[in-house]
């Protein structure tokens, strides 16, 4: 089994956590709505993550809704001391699964009761605050209303700490001036690099970077050069395109989501690959000139 210490480790507020981690949200059903196909086999992938030294847990009450945090309770509680469950709220589903804004003060609130109760948690070690401008995107707009009644959570003791999710350089400067914030969810891949200047800024600034869809999310990566690099490598693509944001930036923390007992032993294999210079030089080409 493959160490996962070997990736490194780094702090997220009081906790500190192993750089290679695993997000939750494939355990819902299709389209994130409803519950699994296989329950048991939902179970299983989140067992074998802890058993395999996964200590970040990435979710949201609102996969499924409530599904996929009722299946890490019914999985894992009690949790290991060591366990970082990180969640987000700011958005709720319609009644055919559609993803709608839900950031009042009154909406906060019950979200992160909702994601205590379905957890079985007195407080949330860290809640990203999801931004909703464009659902696909990070977007301009004030978030003051929003992170102002996150930070209230927090003082009442619901919250320990406090990340943002789809959002601007210009909000996370907004939000730091109303809260810490120890985290930034948006979405980057080898493929998809909007974000990079804003993970540097962030890296000098202590704050972790987990990117969504570190694998391509809903259409998984498909690349030449990945492919060609890892038959080089005799690594799967999958595990060259984790290990490329590994080496990244140290901030950078993972939470490939997978269904599969199978493709999550894949995934947590990558926390021991060391990419050669060539071969970074080579996948870098992906995000920029090379479509791959
Ligand atoms: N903040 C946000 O707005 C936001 C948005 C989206 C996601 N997230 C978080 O980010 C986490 C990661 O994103 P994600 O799960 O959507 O996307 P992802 O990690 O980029 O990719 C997941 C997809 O890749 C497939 N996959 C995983 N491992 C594989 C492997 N080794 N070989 C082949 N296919 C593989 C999965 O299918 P299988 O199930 O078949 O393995 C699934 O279709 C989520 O779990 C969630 O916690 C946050």
Redesign the pocket.
Known sequence: MTDLSKAGTFQLGDRTVKRMG??????AGPG?FGPPKDRAGAIAVLRAAVEAGVDH????DF?GPHVTNQIIREALAPYPDDLTIVT?IG?KRGPEGSWELANSPAELRGAVEDNLRNLGLDAMDVV?L?IMFD?HGPAEGSIEAPMTALAELQRAGLVKHIGL??VTPTQIAEGRGIADIVCV???Y?IAHRSDDALIDDLAKDGIAY????????????QSETLSAVAAKLGR????VALAWLLQRSPNILL??????V???R??LAAADLALPAEAIAELDRIGTADAG
Do not use: C, W
Not at 210 to 221: E, N
Not at 236 to 239: C, S
């Open positions: 695993y997000g939750a949200m494939q355990l994130v847990i990435d979710t949201s996969y987000k958005a990203n999801r659902v999710s789809n969810q948006n979405q891949n987990v990117p969504f869809f570190p694998l391509g999310g809903f259409s998984p990566l799967t693509p999958m595990q939470i490939p989501g997978t269904s599969s199978e493709h999550l894949e995934n």
